[in-house]
């Protein structure tokens, strides 16, 4: 009888579809421990990254920084080769500035940027329904403030005290287009806020590629 309950679970699980989820092995230390929804909404388990550089992030398709999706691209198309990954993470929290299904966002991203990094279904970053992979990237790191860049970086700035005078105190994600890097060994190495230069980010990408291997 309980096999047959496993089975009758597992078949529940593929037609309401995939939920993230976290392996139940205490307190993650490591992206590996997570499985993600796809873009067709597939399991993928982080664990298929061991031993490459990330550079997860939660992306909009109507957003101010919409248009670093080239500059991510270029990223990738250069330092690919060299074992880096950028997972695309559409999110609608953040004004509501990534409207669609997970296939018309895949089809505006290829179509407008050429992308071709690993982009995933859509997730919440924030809040009860929060993924368990951005619980966990948000957990390891802190929010530094908005690197100034002159002009959206006050905007955002205002924007957000306006709803809440304490966000700067807070480590949810804040906008669009918030990076967080993973070394080789699954582990969080730093966060970077939307307003971060990719030449600031690519640095660091390519200091966590050339950095040894840990074994």
Not at 39 to 44: D, F, H, N, R, Y
Not at 54 to 61: E, G, Q, Y
Not at 84 to 106: K, V
Not at 115 to 141: I, M, R, W
């Amino acid at each position: 009888m309980k096999t047959i309950a496993i089975t009758i679970a597992a078949a529940m699980m593929l037609m309401t579809g995939v939920a993230e989820t976290k392996a139940d092995n205490g307190k993650a230390d490591t992206v590996y421990q997570f499985t993600v929804k796809g873009l067709k909404g597939e399991a993928t388990p982080l664990s298929n990254y061991k031993g490459k550089v990330l550079l997860v992030v939660n992306t909009a398709t109507r957003c101010g920084f919409t248009p670093q999706y080239k500059g991510l691209e270029s990223m990738y198309e250069k330092l690919k080769g060299r074992g880096f990954e950028i997972l695309d993470f559409p999110c609608n929290q953040f004004g509501a500035q990534a409207p669609g299904t997970e296939e018309e966002i895949h089809a505006f991203c290829v179509q407008k940027f050429n992308t071709t990094f690993p982009q995933f279904a859509k997730v919440d970053v924030n809040g009860e329904k929060a993924s368990p992979l951005f619980k966990f990237l948000t957990s390891g790191t802190r929010f530094n403030g908005f690197p100034q860049d002159g002009k959206i970086a006050p905007v955002l700035d205002r924007m957000l005290t306006a709803k809440d005078p304490d966000y700067a105190k807070k480590a949810s994600v804040k906008w669009n287009f918030t990076k967080f890097l993973i070394g080789r060994d699954g582990r969080i190495i730093r966060r970077f806020e939307p307003t971060a230069s990719l030449a600031e980010v690519e640095a660091a990408v390519e200091k966590a590629l050339s950095a040894p291997t840990v074994k």
